[in-house]
Structures are given as C-alpha cells and as structure tokens.
C-alpha cells in the first residue's frame, strides 16, 4: 500500500513525499519517547510515564499509553503494579536484554503482548489501545493490550426490525461484531480475516466467511479489490461498498447491507462473504443477486405460506413503486380508451379543475413526497408530530381541496410511496426511487410504449451486470430450476436440502434428505386400529 | 470478454420457443383457407419438424462451426464468403421487418401521434444495447420474458373462456378446403413463416456449453411452441371466425378487444400490446445479432465494431417500404418467395456437400491426404 507520510501537509514538496522507511527505534529511552512524542504532537491524551525498578534495571523504563482508549484499571492492575512492585531477586549484572525477556516472559499478566521494533508499528499499537513499555538499551519494545473504551451496548436494530427473531444488532465495534457471529456459527470453518484500511482511520475491516462453503473465486477476487483500496479513510461500510463494487454506473447495488447479525449469519450459510467494519452496525454482504434484496431474515422465522405470500407482496410492491405514477401519467395522458368510462369520467371531473398537466402534478407531488420523507429523517424527535400534521393535512388534504392536485393523483402517490417501504432492503427502494422519476418522464413523451422500452432497457442492464462474477438475475437469468425453492416463494425448511449457490463454487447439501416431519410409520397403526 | 460465449441448455429452449412465438400470433396464418387453417398450419408445423431435423442434422456434422464456417468450408473461401454475406443481408432484412412491423403496430394502437421514426429508432436502440451486452445477455432475456408472455396469453385465452367469446362452431366444417389447397398454402408460406426461421439457430446452436448438438431439447421446444402456435389460431378463429379474421390485419387485437365489458379494465390491447412487443423485440433481435456475428466471422473485426453499423442498415431499411399495406403485400409476396432459398435450398445443398464428402471419406480414404 502506498503510505502517505502522516501527519504532514500536502504543501510538502513532493520529491520527499514517497514512502518514508520505517524508522526503526534508537537505543537510547528518552531519544524514543522524545520522537513519539514529537510524532503524536504531544496530544494531552497521551500519558507518558517514567519509572525505574531498581531490581529489574538501574536505568529507567517507560508507558506510553492513549487515555481513553485504555481501560485504567486493567492498565495499573496489569501492567503498572507488577513492573513497578514486583521485586525480582537481585541478578547480578543484569543487562537490557535480560530485563526485557523477564518482563515479557514473567511479569505480564495479560492476555496479548506484542513486539514493536519501528516507531510506526508502536505508534499503531498505541491507537488500538496498546500500553507501550519501552527500555533503556533495546531496539525493541513491549506492547500489551489493554485497549477497553467507551462503547455502546448492544441494541435493537433501528432500521431492520422484525416482528419474530432475535432483537439484537450489531453495534459500532468490530470485535463484538466478530463475536456476535462466532456465537451464532459454532465451527472451525467460520473464518475472520482482517484488514486495516484507510491511511489515516486505520480501520479495521474482518472479512468473514465460511471456508469450504465461500466461493474461492469470489474470496479471491474480494480479497484483490479490499488490498487495492488506497482511500485516506474509511468511516462507514458503504466506503468499501463504493470501492468494491462491481458495475460503478448502475442504479442497482450489487452488495447487501445488514444491521442483524442473524441475518449475516445467514448469508455466510449461503455461501456469501461478510464483511464487518469498525465504526458502523451496518455489515456487508457479497455477491448479492438482485433476488437477495427481496429475502428478509423474517421470511425463515415465520411459516412458509406466509413468507411466500409476503414474498410475492414485495415483488409487486417493487414494481408498484417503481411504475405507478408512471402507468397513472401514461394512462391518463395517452391511453384514456384502456380506462372503464366510469372511472374516465370521474378521473377528468377531478382533474378539471388542476391547472397543471398529469406529469407537472405527479412531478410535483412526489418531490413534495421525497422532502418530507428526507425532513422526516433529520428533523430532531420533539418536533416529530408538527411535521406529520403539516405533511398529512395541510399538504395532502389543502392541496386538494385548493384544486391544485387531483384527489387521484394524491392516492398515487401515497400509495407509490408506502409501497417503497415493503421491500426489506433500502438500497433497493432507494434505486428506484430514482428510477421512478426517469419512468415518469419517459411516461410522459412516449406513453406506455415508452415505458416498456425503458423496463426492457432496466432488464437487459440487469442481465448484463455482475456481482462478483455472480450474475444478477442469476438463478432466474441464467436459470438453475433447483434454486428457485427460495426466490418468489419460500418453500418449506425441510424441503431447502441444496444450498441455494450461485453459479460459482459448489454446491453442497445442507440437511438431509428426507426432513419432511412425518408419524413415524410404526405409530401411525395402532392409532388406526384404536379408533371405531 | 475474452471468455468463450455460452448458452445453457434451457436458454437454447426457452430462446427457441420465444422467438418462435415472436410476431406469429398476431397475424392470422394460413387466411386463405379460412376455418381450416390450424390444419395448414399443422402442416407447416410438420413440415418445419423436418426442416428443423435436417438443420440439426448439419449441425451435428459441423461440430463448432456456425453457418458462416459452414459455408466457407463446403462452398469455398470465395463463393462461401458471397452466400455468407448474403445470409447476413438476409437475416439483417428479416430483422428490419421487425421493426416495422412493430412501429407500425405502435403506431397503430398506443401512439398514434408520434412519428414512425422515433419508435423504431428506440426499437434499434434496445436491440443495439442488447448485442453490445452480447450474446449471453441475450440469451438471459427469454428466461424472464418467455414466463411472462405466456402467463399473459394464458390470461387472455382464460378471459376469453370465461366470457363466453370461444365458439369452437366457428372452426366448422372442418375439412372444408381440399387437401391438395392445404399442402399448398402450408408450403412454402407457413413454413417460411414462422417454422422456417429456425434457420437463425444455425448460428447460434455451436454455442450451447455441452458437447453436441442440442437435438432433444430444440425438437421438444420446437414440438411445444408449433403446438401452442395453432392453440392460438385456433382461439383467433373460433373467436372472430373466418370471415373476421380474414379481413382484420391484426386479428389479435380484436379478439382482445371482444373482452370490453370486463369492468376492470376497459380493453386489454396493452397485454397484447406488451406480448407483440417482447416477441417482436426478441426476434428482431436475434436477426439482428446473427447479421452481426455472420458478418463479424467473415470479416474477422470484433462483434461490437459491427453493431452500429447493422443497426443502422436495419433501421434505414426499415423506412423503405412506403407504407404498412406495401410492407405486408412484399412479406407476403416476394419475401415468402426468397424464403425458402435461404432455408431450405442452401441447407439442402450443405447437406448434400456433407453426404458427399462423408461417402468419400469412407470408401477412399487413401485418396484424401
């Protein structure tokens, strides 16, 4: 990776800027501690401590640690007091060395102690948390970890709830994150890989798959893009979503986003790869197929009949959204035969008094629609209710009544708009918020021609786009028969016995064959013969 | 894009079946012999079965070549290469006929006031991104569209059931035209349309990611659609009957338009509309892709190099005919007449050269170095 220097300015002339050496440590203490804290600028959050142990060595020993991303107890409990108490029986002549592997070796009771030999790999160390002890006399210095800050507890998923499964979500930190996976796939494939990405947020991104079910493909080639990012930062997963992402002009997102660690969990039992980041709830999951946006974790904890009812629901939701204020301009403004006269006759008693034509006003109300929806986001809490009246009554109800919109025209777009929110996924309702708009223009020149043209445009982009080497129609286009078991419909657990793959890696077998809860046969007689 | 391109078994049926239902049903076939022609059609359908074995057959002797190797192999590098261009022209017209046929069936149910021109355009925009995506993109298509056409002719034929609006009486007197007229009006026009236009897989069956020929699969494909094709004049006639149905140009669409007191939704032209408008799309398009990669194999440039300039053949062709009667008397008179050279003569001969050349083999091999 190209390492720009830290910490300089872009005014730095240029021939200098290339990857500086690592800096190895010099032999003197304080010359050490003078660089790092030349280096960190002497932030007030860094504590430096000199202290000496007359037993361990005559000269002095040196902390360096970050508050606050440090727990203090465990810091003096763990490191401060055994260095600084413990008296070892006096070794004559004992030097440097000695001293060092002594402390390594004996007297730190902590779980990781790490080796530093450059400024760089310590000044690391000490951002994740790491108490530094450096010696008077070495080139090495000791790094123990007792990284422990502040962190939120686990809570409910804020923007994925479900009615029936577990309620808890991820929360910004990576380890509880791995952890929380750990606790759900309890097997020796489970992988977590980890990268630091980001010159200057360092952050910490796992790569989380099974081994033996993950394509090793798409591992590879996720692996390849995740080295090859050279960003200054990485602050949420949709950073690595945009740099890892297959197709970069293309409204459709071909990498799932989850809060819900059951839901990870089960994409990874599918043969994805997960991919959590530091600083954000919001995992990744690759390669996603289209279909996989219609998939709620939900759909396994409810009864097939259900899921596969509401599957159905979602799909047509996706379509409602996506074509309705366009079929609603086409119909009125080119097609007005294909309408029961009745309803004709009621649509233009309605519009007759609308100064505007059917797109200005469907134009209009949906913008109208997309700022309350973005006022409703970022608008403090208290004020919540103020906004709904004025959104519902005002805009909806005045605007009507004050014939600026047809009554029609305001049921499309509620209608529209409340569809958006049936699909589980946001990324692909966002989509086609967008794609809405270009329908509703397309509708508006060129009729419902127009808009089957630009659906078949839509089809062949999809079918042409790749998720990792994954087609994204796939297992629909190119299709695989036995894949369809979890697509438009759920079919029973019991009867899922292949995982459902994609064209990549291979495929296995899930759970047995015959899982179909059946009377055992032996049973089934006597009750027979039981009953008159 | 180096990777070989491939299709996949099911991608090679659901292909033929769509572009074998294309435009068909939306012109009444075999309107000479009124109530009987489902029979005439029988016979085409039969006589494209034929056709289509003989195809295979061919196929199944040049393992991995398409047409154009085919022709350069048995008919020489020169005279190869003329017949090869003049197929690609062939299909490239094939093709342009599609796109009138839909311009002028959009102009004639949902825009009746926007230009022909910008219509087609669009058409040959659609196609053109489609063949620039490739041919397995292409092939992707049927998968979603071959479902969703046939639910819609499934919900039209249901309707209809359900109206009351199929009179199978209208079909009778069976019989009624010798059998000396059906075989003539089966062959050559039914054949050539549509049955003949299998012609296309000649370029496209070297593709299929098995080894072999697809035989099983393309006559099962092939089988169900003809037998759904004469379902389909079946229900036009016994809905319109033959008087209607022979004087309409697009009896589909009436017999849609039978549905109008459905109180849901006045007429359902649009359902018909949006099925002519896929098939339409799809055969056009695979015209269209095999004029390109005909043309590409004998040039030897890039498929992609070849789009535009295609495309734009076939668009600027598709203005010639002055209006939509002209149009219909020349792919009802001329065409049908060429037709049946392209498919079934040239095939008929490469067959022959493969017998010839097989018999040779065989009984003198030491002459052949």
Known sequence: ?532 | MQKKERISTLQVIFMTMLFEIGSTPLFLIGGTVKQDSWLAMSIGAAAGFLLLLLLLWIQKHSSGQNLMNMLTAHFGRFSGSLLGGIYCLYFAYQSMRNVRDLGELTAMTLLPRTPVSLTMLLFVLIALYAIWKGTEVIFRLPEILLPLVLFFYGVIVLLLGIMGAIDLGRLLPVFESSPGMLVQTALPDILSFPFGQMIVFLMLWSLWDKPGVPYKQSLVAYALISLFLIFMNIVNMAVLGPTIAGISQLPLLKVVRTLSNLKFIERLDILVTIQLFIGLLIKMMLFFLCAVKGISVLTGKREQWWVFPVGAVIYGTSFLARNYTEHIAIGLGPSLKIDPLFQVAVPLLLAFSILLRRTNKRSSPQKRT
């Open chain 1, 1 to 532: 990776m190209n390492k720009k220097s830290s910490a300089q300015g872009p005014g730095q002339d240029a021939p200098t800027h290339s990857v500086p050496a690592p800096q190895p440590l010099s032999v003197s203490l304080e010359a050490n501690v003078q660089e790092i804290s030349k280096r960190i600028g002497e932030s007030s959050d860094v504590v430096f401590r000199h202290f000496t142990n007359e037993s361990l060595s005559s000269s002095p020993l040196a902390f360096i640690y970050i508050d606050g991303l440090v727990n203090s107890e465990m810091v003096n409990q763990t490191v401060l007091q055994p260095l600084m108490e413990t008296v070892v029986p006096k070794i004559p002549d004992i030097t440097a060395t000695d001293a060092y592997n002594l402390v390594k070796d004996q007297m730190l009771p902590i779980g990781s102690v790490k080796e530093g030999k450059t400024l760089e790999s310590l000044l690391g160390m000490l951002f994740d948390g790491y108490t530094l002890i450096l010696f008077n006399g070495m080139t090495t210095a000791l790094a123990a970890d007792t990284a422990g800050w502040e962190k939120r507890s686990i809570n409910e998923p804020t923007s994925q709830g479900v009615i029936r499964g577990p309620k808890e979500g991820f929360t910004e930190n990576l380890r509880t994150g791995t952890a929380m996976l750990r606790r759900r796939l309890k097997t020796s494939d489970l992988r977590i890989e980890e990268y630091k990405i980001g010159e200057r947020t360092q952050t910490g991104v796992a790569l989380v798959y099974l081994e033996g079910i993950a394509s090793a493909e798409v591992l590879k080639e996720i692996r390849r893009r995740l080295n090859a990012i050279q960003t200054d930062s990485i602050l949420e997963s949709n950073y690595i979503e945009e740099f890892i992402q297959d197709g970069g002009l293309t409204p459709f997102p071909t990498i799932q986003n989850t809060e819900r660690p059951d839901a990870l969990a089960g994409g990874i039992l599918e043969g994805q790869v997960g991919i959590i980041i530091d600083g954000t709830p919001f995992a990744l999951l690759a390669p996603s197929t289209f279909f996989n946006f219609f998939q709620s974790s939900e759909d396994y904890y409810q009864r097939y009949d259900i899921s596969s009812f509401l599957r159905l629901i979602r799909y047509s939701a996706f379509f409602v959204s996506m074509l309705l204020p366009a079929l609603y301009i086409a119909v009125t403004t080119f097609h007005q035969e294909m309408l029961p006269t009745t309803l004709l006759v009621s649509l233009a008693a309605q519009r007759e008094g609308v100064p505007f034509p059917a797109l200005a006003e469907a134009l209009l109300m949906e913008l109208t629609f997309d700022v309350l929806r973005e006022a409703g986001v970022r608008m403090p809490r208290t004020i919540g209710p103020a906004i709904s009246i004025v959104g519902a009554l005002v805009l909806g109800q005045s605007a009507v009544q004050a014939g600026l919109v047809s009554a029609a025209m305001v049921i499309v777009v509620s209608f529209t708009a409340i569809s958006n929110f049936v699909i589980p996924s946001l990324a692909i309702a966002n989509s086609i918020r967008l794609i809405r708009f270009i329908m509703m223009l397309i509708a508006a020149t060129l009729g419902l021609f127009g808009i089957m043209s630009f659906l078949m445009v839509l089809l062949i982009h999809m079918a042409g786009l790749r998720s990792f080497g994954v087609p994204y129609l796939s297992p629909v286009a190119p299709m695989t028969p036995r894949y369809l078991k979890d697509i438009f419909i759920r079919v029973p657990l019991w009867d899922m016995t292949i995982r459902p793959k994609t064209n990549l890696g291979k495929e296995t077998r899930r759970q047995g064959k015959h899982q179909k809860p059946e009377p055992a046969k032996k049973l089934q007689k006597p009750e027979g013969e039981n009953t008159p």
